[in-house]
T-cell receptor, first 112, second 113 residues
Framework: GENVEQHPSTLSVQEGDSAVIKCTYS??????FPWYKQELGKRPQLIID?????GEKKDQRIAVTLNKTAKHFSLHITETQPEDSAVYFC???????????FGAGTRLFVKA | EAQVTQNPRYLITVTGKKLTVTCSQN?????MSWYRQDPGLGLRQIYY???????DKGDVPEGYKVSRKEKRNFPLILESPSPNQTSLYFC????????????FGQGTRLTVV
């Protein structure tokens, strides 16, 4: 079946450094790629998304890049802060409907 | 306040005892969905609904049922729960259209003993 692979599963960085999380999807019909942040004990919340007709999107310290040819998209967090510590999920949704496939998640630790 | 509300937040039940987890949204969203979250597996889609009376299976539908009689409600039904359905469950909703943000409920932690 369709799947989304996410790497790494755990990432530890020093405060102020950058963090990069990578995802690869298999469904060629995917055209919407959201990223969610989940803090401990809370619900996932959207932090940024990108559509298939765009190669890059940036929102302050967060950016996402998409390579449709390679079926690959990445989340970049610059100048990391301790409050960025959380689990991050990538996802891919296809054009046909609402079926969404999530990656397994990346636990990010930002050390002060 | 725009929100997705799940109930209950926590539930411990015994094998085989039917249960329902309710989900309600006040944003007039067409799309609703149920996920289960397990360590190392991320969020896996159980069922989704594109509108009233329109539902479809996600990746892990076995052992679950849903219904969408009203636009705002999308209950998840476990007719005969088993221990392997112990998990954290999330309901989500979004506007019509493939490229729209999903809003998640607070989650329901279910334990089946």
């Amino acid at each position: 079946g369709e799947n989304v692979e996410q790497h790494p599963s755990t990432l530890s960085v020093q405060e102020g450094d950058s963090a990069v999380i990578k995802c690869t999807y298999s469904d060629s019909a995917s055209n919407y790629f959201p990223w969610y942040k989940q803090e401990l004990g809370k619900r996932p919340q959207l932090i940024i998304d990108i559509r298939s007709n765009v190669g890059e999107k940036k929102d302050q310290r967060i950016a996402v890049t998409l390579n449709k040819t390679a079926k690959h998209f990445s989340l970049h967090i610059t100048e990391t802060q301790p409050e960025d510590s959380a689990v991050y999920f990538c996802a891919a949704r296809n054009t046909g409907g609402f079926k969404t496939i999530f990656g397994a998640g990346t636990r990010l630790f930002v050390k002060a | 306040e725009a929100q997705v509300t799940q109930n209950p937040r926590y539930l411990i039940t015994v094998t085989g005892k039917k249960l329902t987890v309710t989900c309600s949204q006040n944003m007039n969203h067409e799309y609703m969905s149920w996920y289960r979250q397990d360590p190392g597996l991320g969020l896996r889609q159980i069922y989704y609904s594109m509108n009233v009376e329109v539902t479809d299976k996600g990746d892990v539908p076995e052992g679950y049922k849903v219904s969408r009689k009203e636009k705002r409600n999308f209950p998840l039904i476990l007719e005969s729960p088993s221990p392997n359905q112990t998990s954290l469950y999330f309901c989500a909703s979004s506007r019509q259209g493939a490229n729209t943000e999903a809003f998640f409920g607070q989650g329901t932690r279910l334990t089946v003993v």
